[in-house]
């Protein structure tokens, strides 16, 4: 199978997100031709999933996503080939329907992701301190806590966590709503509690703190609301 990174199904997911957020609202304004079955569920996957690789700098030749994509939709059938008819015929689909997902896209395709903040956060949460559970950090001196908080960040499970809570938070078709850095303070919010710390300052302090005051604590409200978790 295809190893990716998350930052790539991310992006995927972002793109399948907005698509089908068009479809809903071309459905709403009564466009002059079909646009539901314009492309099927699986093609809008794979399809997003080969412009994500591409924008995301982690290209794949399009045999090596689209054989196992086949493999995997039809498991009774022989593998799919290349060189082959067959092939030729899935290969001008996926890209035809590149075509029609770029123009859905506007070609803005180069979206930031939450993974960008991530280390940040997670090294500012740690320096800056606040966190029940936590004393022997915000006791230590700041030396000591600001290479702490780089090994935890890189080295450490906290940072896997934090990615692995953005990678699931990513197959919300609401994230797109979010900018992508509301998206990591969430993510940082929701591992640090998994994690059994609290918060002992105020949650404005706290969310001004580590993101420089670019989140307002109502939208990581929010966006927690719409993950399922609480405040």
């Known amino acids: 199978m295809v190893r990716l990174q998350e930052e790539s199904i991310s992006m995927a997911f972002v793109y399948m997100h907005k698509y089908q957020r068009w479809v809903r609202k071309?459905?709403?304004?009564?466009?002059?031709?079909?646009?539901?079955?314009?492309?099927?569920?699986?093609?809008?996957?794979?399809?997003?999933?080969?412009?994500?690789?591409?924008?995301?700098?982690?290209?794949?030749?399009?045999?090596?996503?689209?054989?196992?994509?086949?493999s995997l939709l039809h498991p009774s059938h022989p593998p799919l080939t290349f060189p082959s008819y067959k092939y030729d015929n899935l290969r001008d689909t996926l890209v035809n329907s590149e075509l029609i997902m770029l123009r859905v896209l506007k070609f803005d395709l180069l979206l930031p992701l939450p993974y960008q903040y991530l280390e940040k956060y997670l090294s500012r949460v740690l320096v800056v301190g606040g966190l029940r559970g936590a004393q022997d950090l915000d006791d230590s001196k700041p030396g000591?806590?600001?290479?702490?908080?780089?090994?935890?960040?890189?080295?450490?499970g906290?940072?896997?966590k934090a990615r692995g809570v953005v990678y699931d938070a990513m197959k919300n078709p609401k994230m797109i709503l979010y900018p992508a850095r509301?998206?990591?303070?969430?993510?940082?919010?929701?591992?640090?509690?998994?994690?059994?710390?609290?918060?002992?300052?105020?949650?404005?302090?706290?969310?001004?703190?580590?993101?420089?005051?670019?989140?307002?604590?109502?939208?990581?409200?929010?966006?927690?609301?719409?993950?399922?978790?609480?405040?």
């Open 26 to 70: 071309a459905k709403e304004d009564q466009f002059p031709f079909e646009v539901e079955g314009l492309l099927d569920d699986y093609t809008i996957a794979l399809t997003s999933l080969v412009l994500a690789t591409k924008s995301t700098e982690s290209p794949r030749r399009l045999r090596e996503l689209l054989l196992p994509a086949y």
């Open 144 to 156: 000591r806590k600001e290479e702490y908080a780089i090994v935890e960040v890189i080295n450490g």
């Open 158 to 160: 906290t940072g896997r």
């Open 182 to 231: 509301v998206i990591a303070a969430a993510a940082v919010y929701i591992t640090i509690r998994e994690q059994g710390f609290g918060v002992v300052m105020s949650t404005e302090e706290w969310v001004a703190a580590m993101t420089d005051k670019r989140v307002e604590a109502c939208d990581l409200e929010e966006i927690l609301e719409d993950l399922g978790k609480e405040l």
